[in-house]
T-cell receptor, first 116, second 113 residues
Framework: AQSVAQPEDQVNVAEGNPLTVKCTYS??????LFWYVQYPNRGLQFLLK??????LVKGSYGFEAEFNKSQTSFHLKKPSALVSDSALYFC??????????????FGTGTKLQVIP | EPEVTQTPSHQVTQMGQEVILRCVPI?????FYWYRQILGQKVEFLVS????????KSEIFDDQFSVERPDGSNFTLKIRSTKLEDSAMYFC???????????FGPGTRLTVT
């Protein structure tokens, strides 16, 4: 069974500072990894994905994430945080070996608060 | 940009009543999913659907739940006899032919009283 751990319920960062939201995963075989963002009373918005290739992937709104196979991690990063980045962030995994259509398993979410 | 849409945005129902939640996936997508998020908890997989049949379902998706694609555009989730614990946000999602990232709708908030 696959699982995702997001160890921080909340991350606070000052505007303009770099941010990191942590994620580790467990899956049988190789992973497909995703980050989604949820704004209040809104749906889940796709940010970025790791499928194969370069370990550093870039996504929407200046976010990037680094896949580390040895540490089974996929941390979300941004060099300079904006107040508008404040939202709930979900890391998710699906098993690569079963194709790209499998269910996605989500972490519990990390609330990012960017302080002006 | 095409989007997944869901109706209604909020549904209030009494315990024991049937509800149908509706979704219109992105038009050229092939795989369809339902997830739910109980308030303050993580998003949980319910069911996946491809080629007019269920591909996979979770243990949450018991006999009270069913899904249907009645025409070429709609994808529905029916709960036959709602329970208080069914109160949650229900998200529909779809994937295109290439696969990988799922596109989510805005959700339907179901409140069972």
């Amino acid at each position: 069974a696959q699982s995702v751990a997001q160890p921080e319920d909340q991350v606070n960062v000052a505007e303009g500072n770099p941010l990191t939201v942590k994620c580790t995963y467990s899956v049988s075989g190789n992973p497909y990894l995703f980050w989604y963002v949820q704004y209040p009373n809104r749906g889940l918005q796709f940010l970025l994905k790791y499928i194969t290739g370069d370990n550093l992937v870039k996504g929407s709104y200046g976010f990037e994430a680094e896949f580390n196979k040895s540490q089974t991690s996929f941390h979300l990063k941004k060099p300079s945080a904006l107040v508008s980045d404040s939202a709930l962030y979900f890391c998710a995994v699906s098993p690569a070996d079963s194709g790209g259509y499998q269910k996605v398993t989500f972490g519990t979410g990390t609330k990012l608060q960017v302080i002006p | 940009e095409p989007e997944v849409t869901q109706t209604p945005s909020h549904q209030v129902t009494q315990m024991g009543q049937e509800v149908i939640l509706r979704c219109v996936p992105i038009s050229n997508h092939l795989y369809f999913y339902w997830y739910r998020q109980i308030l303050g908890q993580k998003v949980e997989f319910l069911v996946s659907f491809y080629n007019n049949e269920i591909s996979e379902k979770s243990e949450i998706f018991d006999d009270q739940f069913s899904v249907e694609r009645p025409d070429g555009s709609n994808f529905t989730l029916k709960i036959r006899s709602t329970k208080l614990e069914d109160s949650a946000m229900y998200f529909c999602a779809s994937i295109d032919r290439e696969g990988y990232e799922q596109y989510f709708g805005p959700g339907t908030r179901l409140t069972v009283t």
